[in-house]
């Protein structure tokens, strides 16, 4: 079978660039620190419904995900999820936390090649699955979580952030 130089040229075109990505992903963290700003702090550490994790507890899952996850794939060093070192004892420290973890999410992806993406990463020593899968799971999860403080918002009769506006 022949190929033509169209057929070629439609190959190789991709759907969204790796900077585009990071900004999609970088969108979705934007708007959840607007979530975790909105949560006055006595509820953002103790208000919860059926027994799911506060909103607190929640983002401390989401620290120990980005961040460290990019940074494991970009040096290529599994380490163990460790949620514990991401938890604060106020809201203040937390968003410190999350413009920190920001910060090295576009440190590590500025070293990250396109050809990186369908390599396979055990992630956490745990999710053995390729690049592009984790980083997706990275978005997926947080906008799961932040799905669950929007919840919580609403029944503490707080307004949330628009969805939309990342």
Excluded: C
Aim: proline share 4%.
């Amino acid at each position: 079978m022949n190929t033509t130089a169209q057929e070629i040229t439609q190959e190789n075109k991709q759907v969204i660039s790796q900077e585009e990505l990071l900004n999609h992903w970088q969108g979705h963290r934007n708007l959840t620190r607007r979530v975790i700003e909105a949560f006055p702090e006595k509820e953002f550490f103790e208000f919860s419904i059926a027994g799911m994790r506060t909103f607190a507890e929640l983002t401390a899952e989401l620290l120990a995900i980005g961040a460290p996850g990019i940074k494991g794939i970009v040096k290529q060093e599994v380490q163990p999820y460790q949620e514990d070192s991401t938890k604060a004892t106020t809201k203040a420290e937390y968003l410190e936390k999350w413009d920190k973890a920001t910060s090295e999410i576009n440190e590590y992806w500025s070293q990250l090649k396109v050809e990186d993406f369908s390599k396979t990463f055990n992630l956490f020593g745990e999710y053995e699955f390729p690049v592009i899968q984790n980083v997706l799971y990275f978005i997926d999860n947080e906008v799961h979580h932040r799905g669950q403080g929007y919840v919580y918002l609403r029944a503490l009769g707080i307004a949330p952030p628009f969805f939309w506006e990342r």
